[in-house]
């Protein structure tokens, strides 16, 4: 693996500042509500992980794995590669997100989730890419916006690498997109 980190965008204490910040604003819109958290992997992992220990609501957790990516380049199709184990008929469902950034792959897998009959739907994100949309679709909980950089750490990768630094960095120019 070649790459390399080239700067800190966001050290640990801001993400898990935010991540407490979003857990507060969820505890008070479900305030006396079962939650169904949907982790989008790979990516989410750490931070669905870092959400639920700091929601006082209760919730269950699926996962779902989708790609619209094949090897760098995004293919516009999006693919389930591993669906929900769980009924989320009649749940207030948050999709949980690692980074929006196109919203091609949101719009998909929320208009996907609608059609299960859920109470309700909301989309949280640790990471907010807006320069970077091709299709409107609304963030209800965004950890923070970010510029349009290639960013990793904090469960977002390169090839698989990076996703164990507890903080977000810029990869050198040289590094090409791939997992978001």
Known sequence: MSKRIDKVLIEQPEVEAFVKRIAADINRDYAGKKVMLICVLKGAFIFLADLVRELEIECEVD???????????????????KDLDSDISGKHVIIVEDIVDTGLTLDHLTSLLWTRNPASIKVCTAFDKPSRRKIDCTVDYIGRSIPDEFIVGYGL???????NIP???VLADDAEETDE
């Open 63 to 81: 996962f779902m794995a989708v790609s619209s990516y094949e090897g760098e380049h995004s293919t516009g199709v999006v693919r389930i590669l």
């Open 157 to 163: 990768d390169y090839n698989q690498y990076f996703r």
């Open 167 to 169: 903080f977000v960095a």
